[in-house]
């Protein structure tokens, strides 16, 4: 605080004009919806009037240092200060439910335009100016299909590190320059592919695009950062190992998934990834990064075809290799009930999962399975599982049917938390309702 009071001109009008960027880029973000634009309109209202929402950018941008400084010294007087300690007790739920009434809300065929560049990038655009921001997402091959067994988690090691310096620049380069426009940008990694996803105000969507594609092209994977990944996953692998769901999960999915590369986790093991060399990054960055079969959705307050000049700039030139499909064993249900029990010393909490295979993302019969999966119970307490277990005074029962991948989906019933869920409620419960749905097919347990 006395450093704001005190600080030079020039100094304080770099950090002004920051703070001015990050501001707005958090304005633009809260008002992309109509129910965030009639939340400001009636704040606004509240304290003020409406024409403070109207004017607060023009406002805003209109700030001096000298009045910052002043503000500091009469406001920001440490003797003055209170401080406020809040201990809670007990557990808040937040639903936020952005609906919009309007039909063309929704994105569709006749407002979504497709492009696809030279090198095989597959670009959807879509003209929203509700809000003067930019959102991006998309996906590219090189997922953790195509780990060799003995190095899991190498996708996910790669797809970590992308970030951590290019040719260009350096982490704390690239970092600074997003967070000075208010802007983010972030990666991460799944069976089959490779996705990212950042937002900025409309007028960054060139550093967007740059940082993207500079992270995607030119990264040099420096050694120094390479370890601190390697430290941070090997800290959540440890985490992972003393985690009763994650743990259940991972067995759930080695039982139902044998001999597929759905059975093996994405961020591998603490010897697979101890065992990752820079050469392994650098190669498998060489071999799966390629322009064919990347596809980027870009929305905001811009024209497509702005957009597609925007993108055609920093991926102008990358060219590549058609990706390669790993060939894929077939899966098929159990024949029998299986079960797996794992002991984890000084726990009381048990997470148990029943489930099955399950239909595809693209079988005709997804959308049956998914709505049958809401009439069980995907929201907790309010399906079926919940009616008959709510009574009995116990807690944690879930049933879900999930499908984001290509071959199979999978039912999941009774995902159990507390010790409770050890007793005999929640297990006749799930026979009851949850075996009437497996019957034609065996339960991994």
Same mark, same amino acid.
Request: proline residues 4%.
């Given at each position: ?41 009636g ?9 403070w %929402?109207?004017?607060?950018i023009?406002t805003?941008?209109?700030t @001096?240092? $000298? ?9 920001l ?9 809040f201990?809670?007790?007990?557990? *808040? ?9 309007s ?16 090198? *095989?990038?597959v ?25 060799p ?8 090691? @790669? ?37 990212? *996803? ?11 695009l740059?940082?993207?594609a500079?992270c995607?092209?030119?990264?040099v ?5 390479l ?11 440890a ?20 001999d597929?590369p ?7 093991y603490? @010897?697979t990834?101890?065992s990752?060399?820079?050469?392994d990054?650098t ?10 079969g ?5 929305? *905001? ?13 920093p ?12 060939? %894929? ?5 159990l ?49 079926r ?21 290509? %071959?199979?989906g ?11 869920? $050890? ?23």
């Amino acid at each position: 605080m006395s450093r704001l009071g005190s600080c030079k001109i020039p100094g304080c009008q770099f950090e002004i004009e920051r703070a001015i960027k990050q501001a707005k880029a958090l304005f633009a973000y809260s008002t992309e919806s109509i129910t965030n634009q009639a939340f400001w309109l009636g704040y606004a209202k509240m304290f003020a009037d409406y024409d403070w %929402f109207e004017n607060y950018i023009a406002t805003l941008e209109q700030t @001096t240092p $000298q009045q910052l400084q002043e503000i500091a010294r009469r406001k920001l007087d440490p003797s003055r200060r209170v401080v406020g300690i809040f201990h809670p007790s007990g557990k *808040g739920t937040t639903n936020d439910c952005n609906r919009a009434n309007s039909s063309s809300s929704i994105p569709g065929p006749d407002d979504i335009t497709r492009i696809q560049l030279g090198n *095989g990038i597959v670009l959807l655009a879509r003209e929203n100016f509700q809000s003067p921001s930019v959102v991006i997402n998309g996906y590219m091959g090189g997922g953790s299909m195509h780990d060799p067994d003995d190095k899991l988690g190498l996708a996910l090691f @790669t797809t970590q590190s992308l970030m951590r310096g290019t040719q260009k620049h350096s982490q704390h380069e690239i970092y600074d320059r997003l967070e000075s426009a208010g802007a983010s940008l972030g990666f991460g990694s799944g069976v089959h592919t490779i996705t990212f *996803g950042g937002r900025a105000l409309v007028e960054d969507l060139p550093l967007i695009l740059e940082t993207l594609a500079e992270c995607v092209r030119y990264p040099v994977f420096p050694t120094q950062q390479l370890e601190l990944v390697r430290a941070q996953m090997l800290t959540s692998l440890a985490i992972r190992a003393q985690d009763t769901e994650q743990q259940a999960t991972l067995a759930f999915e080695e039982l139902l998934y044998k001999d597929h590369p759905y059975a093996r986790p994405e961020d591998g093991y603490e @010897t697979t990834i101890a065992s990752i060399s820079r050469d392994d990054i650098t190669a498998f960055h060489r071999q799966h990064y390629h322009p064919k079969g990347m596809v980027i959705a870009i929305v *905001g307050a811009i024209s497509a075809a702005q957009i597609l000049a925007e993108l055609q700039k920093p991926f102008d030139g990358w060219e590549g290799e058609d990706p390669l499909e790993p060939r %894929f064993p077939g899966l098929h249900s159990l024949s029998r009930t299986t079960r797996k029990h794992i002991s984890i010393a000084d726990k009381f909490q048990t997470d148990m999962i029943v489930g099955t295979l399950g239909p595809s993302r693209a079988s005709p019969d997804y959308l049956a399975a998914a709505l049958g999966d809401h009439i069980l119970g995907q929201f907790g307490m309010m399906g079926r599982i919940g009616e008959s277990v709510r009574e009995r005074g116990r807690s944690g029962i879930l049933c879900r049917y999930e499908s984001q991948c290509r %071959f199979a989906g999978r039912f999941l019933g009774g995902i159990c938390r507390g010790q409770s869920c $050890q007793h005999g409620a929640c297990r006749k419960a799930h026979s009851r309702r949850a075996g009437a749905l497996y019957t034609r097919a065996g339960i991994v347990g």
